[in-house]
T-cell receptor, first 116, second 115 residues
Framework: AQKITQTQPGMFVQEKEAVTLDCTYDTSDPSYGLFWYKQPSSGEMIFLIYQGSYDQQNATEGRYSLNFQKARKSANLVISASQLGDSAMYFCAMREGGGATNKLIFGTGTLLAVQP | DAMVIQNPRYQVTQFGKPVTLSCSQTLNHNVMYWYQQKSSQAPKLLFHYYDKDFNNEADTPDNFQSRRPNTSFCFLDIRSPGLGDAAMYLC??????????????FGAGSRLTVL
């Protein structure tokens, strides 16, 4: 069965510093996708970045990059130049297989606090 | 410019009193999902619609039902809420491709309190 593990319940980072949020996954399906979402205190889940299992290069999106290590089954999120507005809950999620539906399995999340 | 709108944002109900949460979308996406997120836990998929086809997760209690009268709207009905059903309920749609991925777009959630 597929599983997402986020081992850091909470993280602190100084403003303008980089931070890495860990995510490991387990699946037997060779085709899968990995997502990171941000959830501020308001509740809405905001899509940040996506990595496909067959993608050769690590995904990047502005200040967000995904450190994808397939052999280790890890998909860590790197946030560069942290801002106060980055303080939120961050969820790693996985989709198995392809198709039109996109059922995601989420990890338990990491609460990031950016300090001035 | 909200694209997935959930109402109400906050709902307080009494133990056993039925509740309906609504979700509407302006994206014309054909797939809609309902997730339950309890405090400090990961969101958990309850069910989803692919167009009018309803797909229930195996471990979703019978207490939870859903309706999708048209493409734009989807409802979550909790027939007899228990204290354990207090949670944030997140509606999402998919149909937007980013880098080949079918990305979920979420609403702001409906927070349910059961007294």
């Amino acid at each position: 069965a597929q599983k997402i593990t986020q081992t850091q319940p909470g993280m602190f980072v100084q403003e303008k510093e980089a931070v890495t949020l860990d995510c490991t996954y387990d699946t037997s399906d060779p085709s899968y996708g990995l997502f990171w979402y941000k959830q501020p205190s308001s509740g809405e889940m905001i899509f940040l970045i996506y990595q496909g299992s067959y993608d050769q290069q690590n995904a990047t999106e502005g200040r967000y990059s995904l450190n994808f290590q397939k052999a280790r089954k890890s998909a860590n999120l790197v946030i560069s130049a942290s801002q106060l507005g980055d303080s939120a809950m961050y969820f790693c999620a996985m989709r198995e297989g392809g198709g039109a539906t996109n059922k995601l399995i989420f990890g338990t999340g990491t609460l990031l606090a950016v300090q001035p | 410019d909200a694209m997935v709108i959930q109402n109400p944002r906050y709902q307080v109900t009494q133990f056993g009193k039925p509740v309906t949460l609504s979700c509407s979308q302006t994206l014309n996406h054909n797939v809609m999902y309902w997730y339950q997120q309890k405090s400090s836990q990961a969101p958990k998929l309850l069910f989803h619609y692919y167009d009018k086809d309803f797909n229930n997760e195996a471990d979703t209690p019978d207490n939870f039902q859903s309706r999708r009268p048209n493409t734009s709207f989807c409802f979550l009905d909790i027939r007899s809420p228990g204290l354990g059903d207090a949670a944030m309920y997140l509606c999402a749609t998919s149909g937007r491709l980013i880098g080949g991925a079918n990305v979920l777009t979420f609403g702001a959630g409906s927070r349910l309190t059961v007294l």
